[in-house]
């Protein structure tokens, strides 16, 4: 099945540090999602993405469809220990149809670690 | 007013019992979906209703059954547990065209 390959594994940075994390596809996608777990909570949607090359921010966050339309990249910047937690991408592929249309495929998280 | 919610958030039962997790949304969706998270954090989606009809229904062993009384509703009833159904166990919704899927807050399932 569709696999996204999502790096680094795990961060561990100083607050005040820019972050940068990416997810990789073997084939096309047309929807990037990325979502932030905390320890004990379930995912909540962070950025969606829909076009190629598209660029979106969320306050310190800034996240970027890749013009391949096969990665998808999110940036934090000045970072703060509250952005601790495990962040996921996910997607949904260009020929997803039928009754996988409302599948997403997870990349298998970047463990954030933030030092005060 | 929370968009996605489990019960309970915590289960600890024995292997071989029958054990059910319910999950409600007020987001107003049709689409609900179960989850499972393994000790390495991976995201597997396991099943997926649309307005009350079954849509996706990944391989999952058959003891695993759904049920959605409504589309605010999407339950998950587990036969004979095994210790490899421990497991983080999340509820979503969305709504059916959209990929913007709503996560609960999980339920810890611990199999002894």
């Known amino acids: 099945g569709q696999q996204l390959n999502q790096s680094p594994q795990s961060m561990f940075i100083q607050e005040g540090e820019d972050v940068s994390m990416n997810c990789t596809s073997s084939?096309?996608?047309?929807?990037w999602l990325w979502y932030k777990q905390d320890p004990g909570e379930g995912p909540v949607l962070l950025i969606a993405?829909?076009?190629?090359?598209e660029l979106t921010s969320n306050g310190r966050l800034t996240a970027q469809f890749g013009i391949t339309r096969k990665d998808s990249f999110l940036n934090i910047s000045a970072s703060i220990p509250s952005d601790v937690g495990i962040y996921f991408c996910?997607?949904?592929?260009?020929?997803?149809?039928?009754?996988?249309?409302?599948?997403?495929?997870f990349g298998q998280g970047t463990i954030l670690t933030v030092h005060p | 007013d929370t968009a996605v919610s489990q019960t309970p958030k915590y289960l600890v039962t024995q292997m071989g019992n029958d054990k059910s997790i319910k999950c409600e949304q007020n987001?107003?969706?049709?689409?609900m979906y179960w989850y499972k998270q393994d000790s390495k954090k991976f995201l597997k989606i396991m099943f997926s209703?649309?307005?009350?009809?079954?849509?996706i229904n990944e391989t999952v062993p058959n003891r695993f059954s759904p049920k959605s009384p409504d589309k605010a509703h999407l339950n998950l009833h587990i036969n004979s547990l095994e210790l490899g159904d421990s497991a983080v166990y999340f509820c979503?919704?969305?709504?059916?065209?959209?990929?913007?899927?709503?996560f609960g807050p999980g339920t810890r399932l611990t199999v002894l």
């Open positions: 084939s096309i996608f047309n929807t």
């Open positions: 979503a919704s969305s709504q059916e065209s959209r990929v913007l899927q709503f």
């Open positions: 987001l107003g969706h049709d689409t």
């Open positions: 993405l829909y076009k190629a090359g």
């Open positions: 209703y649309n307005n009350k009809e079954l849509i």
């Open positions: 996910a997607g949904r592929p260009a020929n997803a149809g039928g009754t996988s249309y409302g599948k997403l495929t």
